[in-house]
T-cell receptor, first 109, second 115 residues
Framework: GQNIDQPTEMTATEGAIVQINCTYQTSGFNGLFWYQQHAGEAPTFLSYNVLDGLEEKGRFSSFLSRSKGYSYLLLKELQMKDSASYLCAVVYNNNDMRFGAGTRLTVKP | SQTIHQWPATLVQPVGSPLSLECTVEGTSNPNLYWYRQAAGRGLQLLFYSVGIGQISSEVPQNLSASRPQDRQFILSSKKLLLSDSGFYLC??????????????FGDGTRLSIL
């Protein structure tokens, strides 16, 4: 299988920084996506990593280490509207995307 | 720009009744199309994907089926719904890319409740 593991829940304070980790099985790896999903809504695309390193997009950054089977999503200057689930999705063998169960982030004032 | 339409937004159906959920994409041609189910508090489970008209791949055995009668239309069906079919159903599309490097874009979803 392609177990994709991420923490179930996290809590952080408005204005702070939070890091959401994702680990996955490396065999057949072809890329990794992060999605944001607000409660009751569809997931929306945040970032894509295929090479090692950090990709920065405004307040959000995503990191990948292919040898370790590890990625993280970093959210800076947290806002209340960042409260959502964050889904890690890994592409295997060119076209097979598998989603993790998601991390539910709660931002508190 | 590309848009994806999925309907209905919510549906309440009795056990044993049929199902038809429709998804259409605009503003792109020859997309990959996907149907997912998300149970409460769970991850997305891929049900079907399609790379072209009439080409359907099924990921899990179940009493659901999918069809792609037109390039940008994807339909999820069942002849007889089970209680376990309740969930949040999401349609998605992506551009065809090398190595699966294209993100998937999701419709607003259908919340299906089976009574």
């Amino acid at each position: 299988g392609q177990n994709i593991d991420q923490p179930t829940e996290m809590t952080a304070t408005e204005g702070a920084i939070v890091q959401i980790n994702c680990t996955y099985q490396t065999s057949g790896f072809n890329g990794l996506f992060w999605y944001q999903q607000h409660a009751g809504e569809a997931p929306t695309f945040l970032s894509y990593n295929v090479l090692d390193g950090l990709e920065e997009k405004g307040r959000f950054s995503s990191f990948l280490s292919r040898s370790k089977g590890y990625s993280y999503l970093l959210l800076k200057e947290l806002q209340m509207k960042d409260s959502a689930s964050y889904l890690c999705a890994v592409v295997y063998n060119n076209n097979d995307m598998r989603f993790g169960a998601g991390t539910r982030l709660t931002v508190k004032p | 720009s590309q848009t994806i339409h999925q309907w209905p937004a919510t549906l309440v159906q009795p056990v044993g009744s049929p199902l038809s959920l429709e998804c259409t994409v605009e503003g792109t041609s020859n997309p990959n199309l996907y149907w997912y189910r998300q149970a409460a508090g769970r991850g997305l489970q891929l049900l079907f994907y399609s790379v072209g008209i009439g080409q359907i791949s099924s990921e899990v055995p179940q009493n659901l089926s999918a069809s792609r009668p037109q390039d940008r239309q994807f339909i999820l069906s069942s002849k007889k719904l089970l209680l376990s079919d309740s969930g949040f159903y999401l349609c998605a599309w992506s551009v065809k890319g090398r190595g699966g490097n294209q993100p998937q874009h999701f419709g607003d979803g259908t919340r299906l409740s089976i009574l």
